[in-house]
Nanobody
């Protein structure tokens, strides 16, 4: 499975961006899709996850109420709608796919497949 993320860019604080991630290259059987981000000098952190079958969504506290994760099962795509962006949201954003239990979805170790990352920069 290959993941391709896109949609990043340079925006101002308060603006919105929509990230996309498409899965290709074989049978897509992961039950979780997630978004993580990594800022310079910091560890990769969980942003949001969606259960592929049920559509249930989960968010980091730092983005809850501002970001929305969604999926298009027919197109094997997952999206991250980001509103009210803040400078501290600046990072490289990665989409990921994996199988696991709910208690593990915030850990990057649960995810087997990763996209290449897309840069999001929010200026103040």
């Amino acid at each position: 499975v290959q993941l391709q993320a896109s949609g990043g860019g340079l925006v101002q604080a308060g603006d919105s961006l929509r990230l996309s991630c498409v899965a290709s290259g074989g049978t897509y059987s992961s039950n979780w899709m997630g978004w993580f981000r990594q800022a310079p000098g910091k560890e990769r952190e969980f942003v949001a996850a969606i259960n592929w079958r049920s559509g249930h969504t989960y968010y980091a506290d730092s983005v809850k109420g501002r970001f929305t994760i969604s999926r298009d099962k027919a197109k094997n795509m997952v999206f991250l709608e980001m509103n009210s962006l803040k400078p501290e949201d600046s990072a490289v954003y990665y989409c990921a796919a994996g199988n696991g239990i709910l208690s593990s979805i915030r850990s990057s170790r649960m995810y087997n497949y990763w996209g290449q990352g897309t840069q999001v920069t929010v200026s103040s």
